[in-house]
């Protein structure tokens, strides 16, 4: 049984000591040194070695720290030699303790081993995987990061101006009204399309300008098998010197056949965008019946698909670009539209009610 350690050291009284006090006080630090050696060899585990050391070296409360706090209630003669004999114990003590931890840890782990039966099954581990819309997403980014797009990545609230006003939709344009927007005040709202990277993009580049951005867009819509009042959408734009018409579509046949396969066939018909003049309404032939005509395709052979047109000399100006010298084109196309299509659903609200059982099949 160890004694009460460090008993002498305690308590020593401020009046001077004489020769015989400072012989005590080394008995003492021998004492606790012995005291120390009787622990030491006690200790089998990690909880006794922590108990150990905890005794001994604890900042607030160990032995050998409170003694060497003590050190200024010793006659000034005798300090340094006090001092240095309890170091020396500290250093010896952290010493022994060091040297005596990595068998300690070990043979813990090894105790708790021979517990655990290793042989034992885990426990399933059930996976995630990429949603559906995000695989689409990311497949479309691919695609025109591999032409030399840059992507960029727009906040979801957006400035008035960038959803509308720069792109040539001033406040009491009748189209906005066509886009039922969620305001947070006069100046904020929650983005209706992606189309904001073209003003966002001609701010941030000179021509020659390639840029798409995807992502969340929101309008007030109802929430039905066709409508949703958040949705994904990509939108692109490219701003160079003699861009046209044919460019426009030479890009976007490229594209389509890369997303629904070579075979798919395109056509432009007039449509009016704001933002582009001309405009222009994207069908490609039916995915379903390859043009022949079906229910999905309302017999016509074509789905409509996108909306595009070339760049507004208004929104190249409002952006400071040089519309005497650059032309451009851009389009805008809904990615949840892409789904239903690519994957045959007809619920738009399949992809967002995070049902497993219809998401495990992507
Ligand atoms: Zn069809």
Request: charged fraction near 25%.
């Amino acid at each position: 049984m160890p004694a009460t350690p460090g008993v002498a050291v305690f308590g020593v009284p401020r009046t001077p000591v004489s020769g015989y006090e400072v012989v005590r006080m080394n008995e003492s630090i021998d004492t606790l040194r012995q005291e120390f050696e009787q622990d030491f060899a006690a200790i089998s585990d990690m909880e006794t070695w922590k108990s150990v050391r905890d005794r001994y070296l604890a900042r607030d409360s160990g032995v050998i720290t409170t003694a060497l706090k003590k050190l200024r209630d010793i006659p000034k003669e005798d300090r340094p030699a006090f001092g240095q004999a309890m170091n020396r114990l500290r250093t010896f003590v952290e010493e022994r303790l060091q040297e005596k931890f990595a068998a300690v840890r070990d043979a813990d782990l090894a105790s708790k081993l021979q517990k655990t039966d290793v042989t034992r099954p885990g426990f399933p581990i059930s996976l995630g995987a990429v949603h559906p819309i995000k695989q689409l997403q990311k497949e479309i980014e691919q695609i025109f990061v591999s032409m030399g797009f840059q992507v960029f990545d727009l906040p979801e609230i957006e400035k008035d101006y960038y959803n509308f006003e720069a792109l040539n939709m001033p406040r009491n344009h009748p189209a906005r009204d066509a886009q039922d927007t969620f305001y947070f005040d006069q100046t904020n709202l929650l983005r209706t399309h992606c189309s904001a990277v073209q003003v966002h993009s001609m701010e941030a580049m000179k021509p020659p300008i390639r840029a798409i951005s995807t992502g969340k867009v929101y309008r007030r819509d109802p929430f039905d098998a066709t409508h949703s009042p958040m949705f994904y959408q990509v939108d692109v734009i490219v701003v160079e010197e003699g861009i046209t018409m044919g460019d426009l579509k030479g890009m976007l046949d490229a594209f389509l056949k890369r997303l629904f396969g070579p075979g798919t066939l395109m056509r432009l018909r007039p449509g009016f965008f704001p933002f582009v003049e001309p405009g222009a309404e994207v069908d490609i032939s039916c995915i379903f019946c390859s043009g022949r005509g079906c229910a999905k395709c309302k017999q016509s052979g074509w789905i409509e698909i996108l909306g595009a047109g070339m760049v507004h000399p208004k929104v190249l100006r409002m952006s400071n670009i040089d519309d005497s010298r650059y032309s451009g084109f851009a389009w805008g196309m809904g990615i949840d539209r892409v789904a239903i299509l690519k994957y045959g659903v007809d619920d738009i609200r399949l992809f967002f009610d995070n049902d497993l059982r219809f998401l495990r099949q992507f």
